[in-house]
């Protein structure tokens, strides 16, 4: 055995922990330990069904004989678990073998002890008989691992009984009300309960086996102290690689943190390429200068203006109808005619409310499909009336909160971007190119933007254009905007210049005929527009 | 690889195994309280009979709480029924956190599914089914049984003397010492011997009287042993006096070099 082979993890457990691993056995390898059952007792359990009259004797003789159709599923688990699983063909070959070894006391006395599965394997796999295996299986038992296979077995007994009754009920249940059986008639169906003990037999058979197996590989662990042994060698051979093992204990946590270190740098790099994305006002900056003070007193006055305004002073008035009146009122007149005569809409409600949920029902079907249908109104006229005008819709007028109306330009805009750079008024310079590049893209070249667009939405959009010219002066346009907007940063006299020469050139020195497209590069003939 | 624990980790960075337990033990856990209530009804029963009608009524009530909630209280209140607690199980949520009172409510109404068609026959088939022996209720609520192993520690007295190991040792292998120190009556003594003989080259390393070198090959397997349960014994918290005591050595190996 070479510890290094093991499939599961070693470990010293107790004995129902022990029980539950050999469970997980059973169902790592479930498929293989079922097709073997199969094959080794459903030619016995027919052959039974044809010899007894009463078939419930087949499924006795088949549970009499478990002992035997164990050993192939012990076969199986003993190899799996040190990492050569045999195959179905091999097992059923090495079957015979293993089936004569010790099988009269194993179908006699030993038959009905309550830890078979737990003994199976000294017999099976150390091979002892006589007193060594009675002193094997003392030694073996002790610790608490006796009882809990003790447990296994009678628990696994009556779940076998549990699992048989339990789909004779099901199938009860499930019979149709016409049918009707009688307990007597039930029980009487022998081949049903043969096939249901049999199922349920299937399908515990090897869990039963493997888990006792695991119960006896958890003793053998700790009695012999494979866990220890696996360590021990790995230790040694860090020790005898010896110098290195001083920063075995420090490596882990060194790894981790360079990795937390690359993790960290990869957000702040991921996060830097955001800024285009972000949204931007083109409202009056707060941080204008030449505004007051904002004393404490001014403060306390708009606070008690704040506070006397409408969001302050609501009053609710909820009326409530005065019941005893009511009654007072009603008692003096009419004593009993009303409890004996309901209205007679309430009688007709009482008697047509399926035909009102109905109608109500229909409305709302209705109010439902003409909201999807005005909700979906422009994809729906896109897919009606593909390939004609599809801009059906006026051209947007405002962007970013930007009026971006042709009228609302100055005649000449680079002129008028000019002046208010020589008065010092930078900011509004660099906000008229951009909103007039906006402004002329949208009215004069295909350009759709939604209302809520970005300035990277805007130059995302104009990218799809097409047009490198225009693309490539209108990200740099977007990225002195944004710094002029955000981070106060006023670009150059010669970039202010560039922008002011790269506007000219594009939208203004093409006339306003210039709708299809703007490739080839005008000459800088001085404006049109005398001003 | 198998394991019957499941390794949970916690927002600090911290592993640990949760053992969800397997169907026999729960059986016997539901069996123990199910006698447990049984017990209290037939009590409740010869009390409340000499009640007349009332106490028929009042019997009916009883039994519908202690069959409803019963686990809950149990569950929410101690983490666990008395059955449990008696084969050292434990509800917690999946991620190891105390259970409440919804999920626990949520596992105890749907026994009522796990029980179908018989006796939790369902239930039964959903823990061989499921990887961590849940049962539909256990399932729906995100809830685990698992195993709580007390750790043993053995008396003082057993343990000799405290020693630093000569090599540092990382988790697995702290606790492979450990558990080689507190299985020595499981453990026969060639089979020690054996173990302890893997680590010969990293013992020798350690202070003490290493000049015996002419012994015999089984008192050398002896001290081999009582070594490696000395650095066991120091892992076990038993270290007062090591520091000292390995100064000691330390110097006592000064002046014979």
């Known amino acids: 055995m070479n510890p290094a082979n093991i499939v599961f993890r070693l470990r010293s457990r107790d004995p129902h922990e022990a029980v539950d691993l050999g469970f997980k056995f059973a169902r790592r390898w479930w498929p293989l330990l079922v097709k073997l059952w199969i094959c080794v007792t459903l030619l016995p359990f027919i052959l039974g069904l044809l010899i007894f009259d009463n078939s419930v004797w087949a499924l006795v003789l088949l549970w009499w004989w478990l002992p035997i159709w164990e050993r192939p599923q012990l076969y199986v688990l003993s190899r799996a678990v040190f990492g050569e699983v045999p195959s179905l063909k091999q097992t059923l070959r090495a079957f015979p073998g293993m089936l004569w070894k010790q099988i009269l006391p194993s179908l006699t006395w030993r038959r009905l002890s309550p830890s078979r599965s737990f003994d199976l394997p000294v017999q099976q796999l150390e091979g002892l008989t006589g007193r060594p295996r009675t002193m094997r299986l003392s030694v073996l038992h002790r610790d608490g691992a006796g009882s809990v296979a003790f447990w296994l077995t009678i628990v696994g007994a009556s779940v076998a009984i549990l699992l048989m009754c339990g789909q004779v009920l099901l199938l009860y249940m499930l019979l149709p009300d016409t049918v009707t059986l ?123 203006q704040i506070l006397s305004g409408p969001e302050f002073r609501r009053k609710d008035v909820t009326r409530v109808p005065k019941l005893w009146k009511d009654w007072l009122e009603s008692d003096t007149g009419n004593d009993e005619g009303d409890i004996a005569a309901p209205p007679d809409w309430i009688l007709w409600l009482g008697q047509n409310l399926a035909k009102v949920f109905q109608a109500a029902a229909w409305i709302a079907i209705i109010l439902v499909i003409l909201y999807v249908l005005y909700r ?156 | 690889m198998l394991d019957t624990a499941v390794a949970i980790e916690t927002p600090e ?70 059955g449990k607690m008696w084969l050292d199980l434990k509800v917690v949520h999946d991620d190891g956190t105390p259970v409440t009172l919804s999920s626990s409510l949520l596992r105890n109404l749907l026994r009522t599914a796990d029980f179908l068609p018989l006796f939790y026959a369902t239930g039964l088939i959903s823990m061989l089914c499921n990887d961590q022996f849940k049962r539909l209720g256990d399932i729906a609520a995100g809830t ?60 020798l390393g350690m202070p003490g009287d290493t000049q015996s070198v002419t012994s015999s090959t089984e008192e050398a397997d002896q001290k081999n042993v009582f070594k490696l349960r000395q650095i066991g014994a120091y892992l076990l918290g038993n270290n007062q006096g090591a520091n000292a005591q390995n100064q000691t050595a330390q110097s006592s190996e000064a002046t014979s070099s």
């Open chain 1, 376 to 531: 979906h109104r422009d994809a729906l006229l896109a897919a009606v009336s593909r390939g004609s005008v599809v801009r059906a819709r006026p051209a947007l007028t405002r962007v970013m909160n930007m009026d971006i109306r042709e009228i609302s330009l100055p005649e000449s805009v680079s002129k008028a971007a000019q002046t208010l750079w020589q008065q010092k008024k930078c900011r509004e310079a660099i906000a008229l190119l951009y909103r007039a590049s906006l402004s002329r893209l949208v009215n004069r070249f295909p350009l759709r933007l939604s209302p809520g667009a970005t300035e990277g939405d805007c130059l995302q959009e104009v990218r799809r254009l097409n047009k490198e010219e225009i693309s490539s002066y209108f990200a740099k346009l977007t990225r002195s905007w944004q710094a002029v907007a955000y981070a106060h940063h006023i670009p150059s006299q010669t970039d202010f210049q560039e922008l002011c020469q790269g506007w000219v050139s594009l939208f203004e020195s093409g006339g306003l005929e210039n709708v299809g497209g703007v490739d080839s590069k005008a000459p800088e003939t001085g404006e049109p527009h005398a001003s």
């Open chain 1, 182 to 304: 009688s307990w007597k008639t039930l029980f009487d169906i022998d081949l049903l309960w043969a096939v249901t003990g049999y199922l349920s037999l299937s399908l515990l058979g090897p869990f039963y086996v493997a888990g006792g197996f695991g119960l006896y590989l958890n003793r053998r662990v700790l009695l012999e102290g494979w866990d220890l042994e696996l360590v021990f060698r790995q230790l040694a051979e860090r020790c005898s690689r010896g110098g290195e093992h001083s920063a075995v204990s420090t490596k882990p946590s060194r790894m981790s943190s360079g990795g937390m270190a690359a993790l960290m740098l990869a957000i702040c790099l991921f996060a830097s390429g955001y800024p285009d994305l972000s949204w931007a006002e083109t409202g009056t900056d707060a941080a204008d200068d030449g505004q007051e003070l904002y004393t404490p007193e001014k403060a306390q006055d708009d606070i008690q």
């Open chain 2, 144 to 203: 685990l049984v698992v195993r709580i192993s007390k750790p043993r520690q053995p008396a003082r007295q057993e343990l000799p003397p405290p020693s630093l190991s000569p090599v540092p040792l990382n988790q697995a292998e702290q606790a492979a010492v450990i558990q080689f120190t507190l299985r020595h009556d499981v453990l026969s003594k060639p089979r020690q011997a054996e173990l302890a003989g893997i680590l010969e080259s990293m013992l």
């Open chain 2, 13 to 82: 960075g911290i592993d640990f195994d949760l053992v969800p337990s397997g169907p026999i033990a729960r059986v016997l856990a539901y069996l123990a309280d199910l006698l447990i209530r049984g017990v209290v009804m037939i009590a409740l029963s010869i009390f409340l009979g000499l009640l007349g009608d009332f106490g028929g009524g009042l019997y009916l009530v009883f039994y519908f709480f202690l069959e409803w909630l019963y686990p809950v209280v149990f569950e929410v209140t101690r983490g666990a029924t008395p």
